[in-house]
């Protein structure tokens, strides 16, 4: 950092990833596990993804994009959970960036799932 405007300039861009994480049970809460499995697994470009898309695509009235631990099932890592006020969870599973960017796309923007990446309960032995 050289100067104060350069410092201004990483702040105003950091308040608006801020907005990306705000609570609000109005809008649709996207949530991406970032413990350890998730980490090792690919969760970081996935979140990366998923918040620069919905920045970017101007979404964070509707959208907020979150992190959590561990969600326990490791072995479908990254997850990605999205939940929508008024309708059932959907958890999508070995997740990669270019997977995030078709969700947002399909399913965040279009409102329709993308079934071949969901968890189903055939999926759960």
């Known amino acids: 950092m050289k100067s104060l405007e350069e410092l201004k300039a990483i702040r105003e861009k950091m308040q608006g990833q801020l907005g990306l994480r705000a609570e609000d049970h109005n809008h649709i809460r996207v949530v991406v596990g970032m413990a350890t499995c998730g980490i090792a697994s690919g969760a970081r470009p996935v979140l990366t993804t998923l918040s620069n898309l919905v920045q970017e695509k101007n ?27 008024g309708q059932p969870k959907v958890t999508y ?10 969700v947002v796309e399909r399913h965040l923007i279009g409102g329709h799932i993308v079934d071949e990446y969901t968890l189903n309960s055939a999926d759960i032995k």
């Open 59 to 85: 979404l964070t009235d509707k959208i907020s994009v979150t992190q959590t631990g561990c969600i326990g099932l490791c072995q479908y890592e990254p997850i990605v959970e999205v939940m929508a006020p």
């Open 93 to 102: 599973i070995k997740m990669n960036a270019e997977k995030a960017a078709e």
